[in-house]
């Protein structure tokens, strides 16, 4: 069964402090994978699109990694501001067109 | 300019009415999606339409029907509103046969009492 799953649910960081999120997947005729950062009241914003294993894409204080199989999401200094939803959604391809999944997001929170 | 658009933002209503969400994109996308986001914040797709071709997720009540009036719009309706049907309703889109992302409106949090 096709499946997208991100880790952890929930990550406290000191301001500064560096970490990595992560989305295992399991999924068929991958397309694409992408990260999103919802903010509250939001709809989700687009960050990264990766497409390849091996591939990285960076943007300030985020790079995001892939794999055959995951993709990490590495935050580096991370400053209040970076606080949100962070949501990983893989695209397949199907006869009708794209579809995408999402997993269930990692709720990141920044402490000054 | 907003590229995906949703009205109302804020929609309350009773058990059993029937209610419809707009939504528009002026990003000349051909697929458009609606998502529900639940309480534990899980997006999980309940239709994508493209050139006419509706993919329905079945797990997707029939009380809810996309309606497509042309390629920027794509209306959700509901019928019979249930308490579970409280969410958050958002509408994408995207570019069918390219690897690009979606665009996200900035969604319809329907309240059902």
């Known amino acids: 069964e096709d499946q997208v799953t991100q880790s952890p649910e929930a990550l406290r960081l000191q301001e500064g402090e560096s970490s990595s999120l992560n989305c295992s997947y399991t999924v068929s005729g991958l397309r694409g994978l992408f990260w999103y950062r919802q903010d509250p009241g939001k709809g989700p914003e687009f960050l990264f699109t990766?497409?390849?294993a091996g591939e990285e894409k960076e943007k300030e204080r985020l790079k995001a990694t892939l794999t055959k199989k995951e993709s990490f999401l590495h935050i580096t200094a991370p400053k209040p501001e970076d606080s949100a939803t962070y949501l990983c959604a893989v695209q397949q391809l199907k006869d009708t067109g794209n579809q995408f999944y999402f997993g269930t997001g990692t709720s990141l929170t920044v402490i000054p | 300019d907003t590229a995906v658009s949703q009205t109302p933002k804020y929609l309350v209503t009773q058990m059993g009415n029937d209610k419809s969400i707009k939504c528009e994109q002026n990003l000349g996308h051909d697929t458009m999606y609606w998502y529900k986001q639940d309480s534990k914040k899980f997006l999980k797709i309940m239709f994508s339409?493209?050139?006419?071709?509706?993919?329905i997720n079945e797990t997707v009540p029939n009380r809810f029907s996309p309606k497509s009036p042309d390629k920027a719009h794509l209306n959700l309706h509901i019928n019979s509103l249930e308490l579970g049907d409280s969410a958050v309703y958002f509408c994408?889109?995207?570019?069918?046969?390219?690897?690009?992302?979606?665009?996200f409106g900035q969604g319809t949090r329907l309240t059902v009492v």
């Open positions: 994408a889109s995207s570019l069918r046969g390219v690897n690009t992302e979606a665009f």
């Open positions: 339409y493209n050139n006419k071709e509706l993919i």
């Open positions: 990766l497409y390849s």
